[in-house]
């Protein structure tokens, strides 16, 4: 459990050197993001592979009608009054943990981005929600509980950039199951895989609950991208690339509303962390299309680079907006 | 006695005493931070010491002659000239600035009278002439002494003007500017053994340079992906082989590098050998990759061997053998238990340097503390000396330096919790051919000779 607390911590950190090297002399440092970056997907995945199965929320909002698992409209009630019915955070992409039976399905996403296994990993939720038994309750009441602590907590936990509640519904949703792939080589600090039941255990009230429940995110999701379809096909146009892509796609257009400080609400640092933490271009990130305008900015060099931009001459999103501004900055 | 370690003489890091030579730098406390170090350079003969600072400056340093009126001078090294090398620049398409500091000097080996060196900053690399000018001329008939234009028609008699002695006069003037050729940050440049061309580093490519000519240079490693999405490692240094033109060297943020032989293609993205150690998965931890980015590589000037230094050692490769280095030396290991705490503060991404003797027979890299650290690879015996002004008195012997790791601290040691981690030494240089060492400690310049010497 240690490690997840040093996870979280570990990705809050992170997520402020990110946020502060956008403001440091000399233009960002590549060497040192790629860096940060790679800490930061190292934690995201130990504290993402909590072995507390239903600790998630469906599919990535691009997933079409996928029927939110049954956990998910209990976890609902207890997070996201007003959540969308399509429970899964639009930003996550990170489709759920299958249960343990559907886990054969679910090969290793861990250790080495596997795009392909993830995204059947929502229809397989669907499939999977039956198999789901007792456990997934068990872990429901370890989740409510958890909850309880962090909406109590909510208040005005709106995090400064990378601020300690960097650990919103997204992370949460994005859990996958416990011991996911036993042999998943989770990277960092986790010795093997966590015991399931231990993880199920009460899950200590994380030191600094994150904030509001990511109503944010979601609903920004659902609403800001146009739905997950926008941002699917975008990034999907090879299909091996990771669900997780989606998700960069959708929280940048997701975050519309955020202001990047005071209101970087943990839900966009949800975003923000499976932007991040998914690969490192989730620093750069790429307007749909991005891969063609990835080479004309190339080319065209400093003349494509708009204004605040990186040094790494990357187009910078067209659809301004703070957030995806702040992201993009990279 | 003659250079580093030939004949009887015992060569290396231990069996050497270290003495205090000079310090150069400003005593105050309080540090500007245009004046922190960024790069110590010899030159080829070792009789120039170059140092470039965060404000942009490149200071030179001349070893004084031996003269016997004042012996106690000798092989002194004194302020030679100073310049501003680069200024602070903004990139008003990309809304950047530029920072001024120098990364790396390199000197050109010496043809004429005059030195030159590469200055770099993030963007530019600039070449530079450093001449003496002690004679001037006098007697001119069209101006005055003053440099008062004569009146041409009140000269009634011609002379010859003649050269007399002046005050010497150092001048540093940039012969060469190469620009707008890096979009990343460069983090090295290396003069290639044909003296003809170099080589520069940035985060994702690597271009080669003729030095007469500024208004192009060949791309000859980009590692940039077609999709920036995928970047998983970044070029952190490069070197040309000291004796064959063809075959540089890249180390990478990943741990590993990769030597390339310009002779199989023009672009040089595949390469001839892959050095890499398997990592040790029970030393994981949510820093692993971060700590085994490699700061720097330099080849042995034997050009057999080459150095890498990562965050926590140093490691010499055999360039006969990709599978793992033929030695690594451990730097601050009593670190490794302290890496979150590192990496909150930013010291995890510090970037230390390396540097072999003359003679290929130690090695040294510097860490916190204003420690530094030398290794004989001959004797296999290791210590750790300190840059400090209480050890400043002249020619005295450094001593050894003790951390203590846990359990009881003795007298003398000092505890890894006490370590000063403002006070890094990040670059060192050591004399080609005699055992003497530059160390730089934020500001301040230290030299360290050996007593021998």
Redo the contacts between chains.
């Keep these: 459990m240690e490690f997840k607390l040093?996870?979280h911590?570990?990705v809050s950190?992170s997520l402020g050197?990110i946020y502060n090297s956008r403001v440091q002399?000399?233009?960002i440092?590549?060497?040192?993001n790629?860096?940060v970056s790679?800490?930061l997907r190292?934690?995201r995945q130990?504290y993402l592979s909590d072995p507390c199965p239903g600790l998630y929320l469906a599919g990535p909002a691009g997933s079409p009608a996928v029927p939110p698992p049954p956990p998910s409209p209990q976890q609902q009630q207890q997070q996201q009054p007003g959540e969308p019915a399509a429970g899964p955070p639009a930003g996550w992409g990170e489709p759920p943990p299958p249960p343990p039976a559907a886990r054969a399905a679910w090969p290793e996403p861990e250790p080495q981005p596997q795009p392909q296994p993830e995204r059947p990993a929502a229809p397989v939720t669907g499939a999977g929600d039956a198999p789901r038994g007792g456990e997934v309750e068990a872990a429901e009441a370890a989740w409510r509980r958890v909850e309880g602590a962090r909406e109590a907590a909510e208040g005005g936990a709106a995090g400064p950039a990378g601020g300690s509640d960097g650990f919103p519904e997204g992370p949460r949703g994005a859990r996958r199951q416990c011991g996911c792939p036993p042999g998943a080589?989770d990277?960092?600090?986790a010795p093997g895989a966590c015991p399931r039941l231990a993880c199920c255990a009460p899950r200590p009230a994380e030191d600094e609950p994150p904030a509001p429940p990511a109503v944010g995110p979601r609903k920004r999701g659902a609403a800001g991208v146009g739905g997950g379809p926008a941002g699917g096909p975008a990034s999907g146009s090879s299909p091996l690339k990771k669900p997780r892509?989606n998700s960069e796609e959708q929280p940048g257009g997701a975050a519309a509303a955020a202001a990047e400080e005071e209101e970087m609400e943990t839900g966009n640092v949800a975003n923000l962390i499976s932007i991040f933490g998914s690969?490192?271009?989730?620093l750069?990130r790429?307007s749909p299309g991005?891969?063609r305008e990835?080479?004309e900015g190339?080319e065209s060099?400093?003349?494509a680079?708009e204004?605040?931009?990186?040094?790494?001459?990357?187009p910078v999103l067209r659809d301004i907006n703070p957030w995806s501004t702040a992201i993009v900055a990279f | 006695m003659a250079g580093a370690g030939g004949g009887g003489c015992p060569a290396g890091g231990n069996d050497l005493q270290w003495c205090f030579s000079q310090v150069k730098g400003a005593v105050d406390e309080d540090v500007a931070e245009a004046d922190i170090i960024s790069t110590v350079e010899f030159n080829y003969s070792g009789d120039l010491l170059a140092t470039g600072d965060k404000g942009g400056r490149v200071v030179i340093f001349q070893r004084e002659q031996e003269n016997k009126s004042r012996p106690h001078s000798r092989g002194e090294y004194n302020v030679y000239s100073t310049f501003q090398s680069h200024e602070p620049e903004f990139d008003y398409l990309k809304s950047l600035e530029i920072e001024e500091k120098i990364n790396k000097i390199r000197w050109l080996p010496q043809q004429n009278a005059a030195h030159f060196l590469l200055s770099t900053n993030d963007k530019t690399i600039k070449l530079w002439k450093i001449s003496e000018r002690d004679k001037r001329a006098e007697g001119y008939n069209l101006k005055d002494e003053d440099g008062r234009l004569r009146d041409p028609f009140r000269i009634t008699a011609l002379r010859v003007p003649i050269l007399k002695p002046m005050d010497l006069m150092v001048e540093a003037s940039p012969r060469r500017i190469f620009a707008n050729a890096h979009t990343y940050h460069i983090n090295s440049i290396s003069v290639n053994s044909d003296h003809e061309t170099y080589l520069s580093a940035d985060d994702l490519r690597i271009n080669l340079w003729h030095l007469e000519i500024t208004d192009r240079s060949f791309n000859i490693v980009d590692i940039k992906p077609v999709n920036m999405e995928e970047l998983t490692e970044v070029i952190t240094a490069a070197e040309f082989h000291p004796h064959q033109c063809n075959v540089f060297v890249y180390s990478s943020s990943k741990g590993t590098i990769r030597l390339c032989d310009m002779r199989s293609s023009a672009l040089c993205d595949r390469h001839a050998k892959f050095f890499e150690e398997p990592e040790d998965p029970s030393s994981r931890s949510f820093f692993s990759e971060i700590i085994s980015s490699i700061s720097d590589v330099k080849f042995s000037h034997s050009g057999r061997y080459m150095m890498t230094r990562d965050y926590l050692s140093v490691k010499v490769w055999d360039l006969n053998m990709e599978s793992r280095p033929v030695e690594t030396h451990q730097v601050h290991e009593y670190l490794r238990s302290k890496l979150c705490s590192l990496y909150e503060n930013d010291c995890i991404f510090d970037k230390f340097e390396c540097c072999w003797s003359g003679s290929d027979s130690a090695i040294m890299t510097g860490s916190y503390n204003n420690f530094f650290r030398m290794f004989d690879r001959t004797t296999r015996r290791d210590v750790t000396l300190e840059a400090s002004r209480e050890n400043s008195k002249p020619r005295a012997s450094l001593k050894p330096r003790k951390v203590c790791t846990g359990g009881k601290r003795k007298k003398d040691e000092i505890s890894v919790d006490s370590l000063d981690f403002n006070k890094k030494i990040l670059h060192t240089a050591w004399h080609p051919a005699e055992n003497i060492i530059a160390v730089a400690a934020t500001n301040n310049l230290y030299i360290f000779q050996d007593k021998v010497n």
């Design positions: 040093e996870a911590r570990i950190i050197k002399r000399g233009g440092k590549l060497h040192k790629l860096l790679l800490v190292s934690a130990v080589e990277r960092p600090g892509r690969s490192f271009s989730g750069l790429k991005g891969g990835e080479a190339e060099g400093p003349e680079a204004p605040g931009q990186i040094c790494c001459d990357k």
